[in-house]
């Protein structure tokens, strides 16, 4: 049975999995999926300000905290007691492109050589590590959601903002991949 666990999981599998949780939210509780709302929530519960979007009742939502620690535990669980101890596999069509780029495999979920903290004060480094993460706050402000809200909650009940947020999720994901990302990889 461990040995299950220790491996990813088929498409067929997980992506029910991850599907039925939709209704299983609505059904029992009447709630809606969604990851960036915590960070709401937590200024909220941390910021003494008068700031009126953190003025709500952030209790009303603290299972949503309780559902993003379970995913930290999660991620914990798998790494520390269903880990198999091999270092993460890529397919070797991408070892050989970031190869280009004297970025080489290793045994992290994502290599020290772009993301180590000693990268952050390079060019590079800040432009993909602070920029990106500025650009991903303000694209998931601006776009109401992040892309688990939108695209698992949102398209489910057939939102057509999540449609549109989805499109444009994908669409900057392929720019980004195709012809961004080589540029910088290349600084």
């Not at 620690?69 to 991620?75: E, F, P």
């Not at 903002?161 to 990889?185: C, K, Q």
């Amino acid at each position: 049975m461990i040995a299950f666990f220790q491996q990813p999981w088929p498409w067929y599998v997980a992506g029910p999995l991850i599907g039925l949780l939709v209704p299983a939210l609505l059904l029992t509780s009447n709630k809606t999926f969604g990851i960036s709302s915590n960070f709401r929530h937590i200024c909220a519960a941390c910021a003494p300000g008068n700031i009126p979007f953190f003025k709500y009742n952030w209790k009303q939502e603290s299972w949503n905290l309780i559902f993003a620690l379970g995913i930290l535990a999660g991620g914990w669980i798998a790494v520390s007691l269903l880990g198999n101890g091999q270092p993460a596999s890529i397919h070797p069509n991408l070892a050989a492109d970031l190869a280009v780029y004297g970025i080489h495999p290793e045994t992290a979920m994502v290599p020290s050589s772009l993301f180590g903290i000693d990268q952050l004060f390079t060019l590079r480094g800040l432009i993909l590590m602070v920029g990106g993460g500025l650009l991903v706050g303000f694209g998931t402000r601006y776009a109401g959601g992040c892309t688990s809200g939108h695209s698992i909650m949102g398209l489910s009940s057939l939102q057509w903002p999540s449609l549109v947020a989805t499109m444009a999720f994908m669409a900057g994901g392929f720019l980004m991949a195709n012809f961004i990302l080589p540029h910088l990889l290349a600084l």
